[in-house]
């Protein structure tokens, strides 16, 4: 954190490394060619040399052999992906596959990652999927958002949901690869998703969004009074479900306070509607307010009903679980300002964002105020407002959809406009392209936000890169937001679909670059090596158990230490692989020709897969992670004795 | 292709753009201040800003608005797809699914793709996959390459392999989508991958890397001496495969010449071992070289053999329709330069490049030469010399993997010296990050290399980007080749893996930005819609057909024409949908709840999907794919009846 601290102003190292490259150079060139031409620069020549290193250093350029100062963790939307950008420079550095099928690390089809997928899954979803190959092949993640303890990120892991499949997920960032899905019961789909904050995560809270039977099992179909909502608080260092709350309405973005004592969540369907006209009669829906503590002790009294395994709070009007302020008008977004009082809530279709107090909602809760007395402004701000975004200096960041356009506005005028002042919240609007929907500020969802960097992931792309058919990139644009003004500075094209991003200093986070021998992924492998006696740094071993086998090799560029085995046609084979380089980047794969079999084995990491041989011949495998000058050599074979005819 | 000479003397629109962005501004800034500071600017210092926009002219930033000069199409290696890259930003701008599955557009989901994905699968891979769920999920794509006109890229299709499972695919350049997959029998793995350049492609130049038994059935199993390589020619307008060649050795990476009399293999396995140490054990293996004009003679005449269906030519040693140039060491790149003379041959255990006049062909086929006659030059350039690039202007590009380098050098001088004279053809070495593989120039494997950009596909990226956990990013490195020296402006962090790139200039290309109505991608759909009297364009029907569902809908944001339908379980369910908008952008998609049911539907394309309603209860489908404010309220609900119980 105080690496983080002293960043802001200015990590040494980074900044260094600034003034050596690009426009820098041409102040101190013109700095020498100044002395050297001996008739000295005007002052004004000077500070017009100033002005460009200093618009230099906004730039999104990285230069060759820079590192990027911050991460940004991106949703791959339908993808399924989550996405490591290099920020400012918006490289995509990684994928971390998720929710969806990847062929390059075998996620989905490895024995380590299909045991993710499928163990927490609903027994009536791992029913339907046994004729569908186990897992789901997509997914439709939103909402990447590390975990936090005081109020800032703590590098930990990292959560997210997929609103196709009704599941929430985890990634280590140790790693940074997932080791959790679960999925939700009572719910219909999960769109909002976020940690809370304070005193740490803690729960991870997640929105149903669709309202649905209860249970939806077919005893209730076309009856659409009969349907409802779930909010859902999950427990991050288990993934177990701690609680959920009944709510009128539906669910849509989710956000927590600094003080842990409440979650909050925008509706859009206050009028329970299941068709368009019917979502959008209403002219006010409202954010519904969660009061922790008191439903932490309902589920300690025992005032819950258990559906589906999950102890299920009634939070619908008139509770004392809850409590659901108006906002106009079906709005979206829900976003806590790191002052730790402001929550804004974006409207939508209506073109303002309305303001909520969070010191109110004691007072609300008790009943002393009325739900919309915890309303402090409500600045008109643009059409289709839909998120918002904090520099930590007083001022917040709207995406407006219709509008194409982000606004700047100041907090504290749009308070003393709703008080009657005559004066103008709004700062600045810039034009982005086109339609945006999430915008994101460096460090901005956290109680140190930093204000250097503003992010607006638009939807729409248009014109703004060389075509590519008819399916186009979304645009993630880059937004300086460190001076008074706002600056475009990168156009930032994108694949489906992100729909947030969170914004971390590097300081933040420590990954490793080689795994642990003992990490906890490859437990189950371990013991079953120690029942088949096989040491799996040394291993070169076929053990055969019945019609299962189960191939133990290592790798050393390269080679790995069978340059063959042989197999009875359906044999079940499980092939093991631990590789032994222990040199950064130097990571091993293993497929089997014409066999869909494929997979990562990254330094000091043990991966396997099982499959069954049920083609004869001589199928060779081969490593697929380009690995040393060998490398094509490095294969072997696998003979599968046929069947006698 | 004027627009593209045009452009080689710099394209008026890009560069009064980039005449006005970045450091340009700061010498009209400088400009100015010196006027008004009324002292005036040394020239020196005039000379430093002059400069400095020069260098600005070099950098890889495409500055918001601006578009990339080029298009890079990118193997994604093990990820199974092909990228898009904008060039020089670096900028990905498209994913395109060919051997993976990808969530967000239903690749390996839809009716549509599952057809591409399988119907040219061989009948015992279909009986394979059968249950597997009917396609592979993994692919390992090296090489795509567009198809020519004349010697240059034509802007139709691109080429592709398949490593993991032995396929060969093709993207249509109009819609940037994959329309055909074959599988190609008699082989092991296909590997190098490259089209006929002239008259036209034309036939698609495909390798089978490892050696096998041809059938591979079980009947020959441990007895390398009866395991063989196959050349393929595909038809790339019909992708029917029109021959091959059985080989000695093995084939590697391949090659087309500019006469459309020759094709090219490397061979690093001459040995045909299937260890290491046997493949590893000659000093030399070979190129293999294939006389076109006598293996269709060969066709015609019926010097032949039938095997799984494919006309097999026998191209071993002593056939007229092959030679075997012997190169030092287990070689590896084959690359046929844009003066139409020489290809370049990389040694990898050797520290050379050898250089064969293809010229001289002829002479050795009708054998008043010997296979080393046809070798001009031999430098010995580095350590591990994998891949080789041209600039058009006499000079080559070699990547060295060992050394971390691509050194430049003088084609002819390489000559001169191959003859005896005292000189050094080596230019200039540059350090890439780290680990070298292919590169590839702008325009440079074709006749019109413009010699601006180099590419180095580096297999390691270590330290150039913040940390990632153990699995790193590759590192594409951006060069600037344009002028006499070498200058490294750009990495490029990348997923697993470009084996590949081939960087086409974006006068060559022109997709459509909406799909046409008559687009023959879903014609299967067009029949059944007759069939079921639906007009698709209007349609908002469910036909029931048996246990069979067919529900017709059209979608204008934000609704789609059915805002519910209800179907029984077990019903077979076909939802086929129309995107009625013709908006650029606009695209649409379709996912239903806990189905794992997703598909892309972009303007005016026709898109549908089968799956068994096994699920009973209330389930949304929605749309993913941001189309507008109301986008989170297009949505409907798919009601399945339950079994009586």
Not at 56 to 74: C, I, K, N, S, W
Not at 123 to 148: I, V, W, Y
Not at 523 to 533: G, L, P, S, W
Request: include cysteine; charged fraction near 25%; proline fraction near 5%.
């Amino acid at each position: 954190m105080s690496d983080h601290e002293q960043s802001k102003g200015g990590d040494p190292g980074v900044s260094r490394r600034n003034l050596l490259s690009g426009t820098a150079k041409v102040a101190a060139l013109a700095g020498v060619a100044g002395a050297s031409g001996g008739a000295g620069i005007a002052s004004l020549t000077r500070q017009a040399f100033a002005q460009a290193v200093a618009r230099r250093a906004q730039t999104a350029e990285v230069r060759p052999g820079d590192l990027d100062e911050y991460y940004g963790f991106a949703s791959g939307g339908q993808s399924g992906e989550v996405r490591v950008i290099g920020m400012p420079s918006m490289r995509e550095i990684m994928r971390i596959p998720v929710f969806n099928r990847d062929s390059a690390t075998g996620w989905g089809l490895t024995n380590e990652s299909r045991k993710i997928m499928t163990e927490g899954l609903l027994p009536a979803t791992q029913k339907f999927l046994e004729t569908r190959g186990g897992t789901f092949l997509n997914g439709d993640l939103h909402h990447p958002h590390m975990s936090f303890t005081d109020g800032s990120y703590d590098g930990r892991f990292l959560f997210m949901n997929d609103k196709a499949n009704c599941r929430v997920a985890r990634i280590r960032c140790d790693v940074m690869k997932c080791d959790k899905i679960i999925e939700i019961p009572n719910a219909s789909d999960i769109h909002g998703l976020r940690p809370q904050k304070f005193p740490r995560t803690g729960y991870v809270f997640a929105n149903s969004e669709h309202i649905i039977p209860i249970p939806n099992d077919g005893s209730v179909l076309d009856e659409p009074t009969k349907y409802w909502s779930v909010f859902t608080a999950i427990d991050g260092d288990t993934m177990k479900i701690a609680w959920q709350v009944l709510v009128d309405g539906n669910l849509d973005n989710t956000d927590a306070d600094y003080q842990g004592k409440y979650a909050f969540s925008s509706c859009y369907n206050s009028e329970r509607g299941v068709t368009l006209a019917e979502m959008t009669s209403a002219e006010q829906d409202w954010v519904t307010i969660f009061n922790l503590k008191r439903i932490e002790d309902a589920i300690k009294k025992g005032d819950y009903k258990e559906m589906s395994g999950v102890k299920v709070v009634d939070g619908r009007h008139g509770s004392p679980y809850t409590r659901y302020i108006p906002i106009p008008n079906n709005p979206h977004g829900c976003n806590m300002a790191p002052d730790g009082i402001h929550l804004a809530i974006a409207g939508k279709l209506s073109p303002t964002v309305t303001l909520i107090d969070v010191r109110k909602l004691d007072d609300l809760f008790d009943d002393k105020i009325k739900p919309r007395d915890a309303v402090v402004a409500e600045p008109e701000l643009g059409l289709g407002p839909l998120h918002t975004a904090f520099d930590g200096r007083g001022n917040a960041y709207t995406t407006l959809f219709l509008d194409s356009q982000v606004v700047k506005w100041d907090i504290e005028k749009a308070k003393r406009a709703y008080k009657g002042e005559k004066v103008d919240p709004i700062v600045q609007k810039i034009d982005v392209h086109y339609q945006p929907g999430h915008n994101h500020s460096s460090m901005g969802e956290t109680k140190e936000a930093d204000g250097k960097w503003l992010l607006s992931l638009n939807k729409f792309s248009k014109d703004r890169f060389v075509g590519v058919g008819p399916l186009h990139p979304e645009n993630d644009q880059l937004i300086d937001i460190s001076g008074d003004e706002m600056k475009l500075v990168h156009d930032g094209p994108s694949f489906a679909e992100p729909h947030d991003c969170m914004i971390v200093h590097r300081s933040k986070l420590n990954p490793v670059i080689i795994w642990k021998r003992d990490d906890p992924m490859w437990e189950d492998i371990r013991q079953q090596a120690v029942k088949d006696k096989v040491n799996l740094e040394e291993a070169a071993d076929v053990i055969r158990d019945g019609n299962k086998v189960r191939v133990y090799m290592h790798s050393n560029a390269p080679a790995y230490s069978l340059e063959k085995f042989t197999v009875k046609q359906g044999d079940e084979v499980t092939i093991t692989i631990t590789n032994m380089d222990d040199i950064e980047d130097l990571t091993h794969g293993f497929t089997i020709v014409r066999y869909g079999v494929m997979m990562e084995i990254s330094p000091q990491q043990t991966a396997s897969v099982t499959f069954v041989a049920d083609r004869p011949g001589v199928h060779w495998y081969y490593c697929q992670w380009f690995c040393h000058a060998l490398h094509m050599e490095m294969a072997g074979r696998m003979i599968v004795e046929p069947h006698a005819v």
